[in-house]
């Protein structure tokens, strides 16, 4: 490509970092790159926004119906 300014590892974690925002789960982005360890792929949500809130969210309005 002639890009001296990216490496095969910056378009990796650009990858990962928009599957993170598109909604994918720890899981998932454990299971796209392969990663054994949640801290792996914890980096990647933390850059991504982790949606924990939204989580926290849906788990209260679970609690809250009963659904």
């Known amino acids: 490509m002639g890009r001296t300014d990216i ?3 910056d378009l990796r ?7 993170a925002q598109s909604g994918a789960t720890l899981a ?3 299971a796209r790159l392969g990663h054994s360890s949640v801290n792996a ?3 990647y ?4 926004g ?3 809130r939204q989580v926290a969210d849906r788990m209260d309005a679970v609690r809250l ?3």
């Open 7 to 9: 490496r095969i590892h």
């Open 13 to 19: 974690h650009a990858g990962q970092v928009l599957a």
């Open 28 to 30: 998932d982005l454990m």
């Open 41 to 43: 792929a914890m980096k």
């Open 45 to 48: 949500a933390h850059a991504a």
């Open 50 to 52: 982790y949606h924990g």
């Open 65 to 67: 119906t009963g659904v």
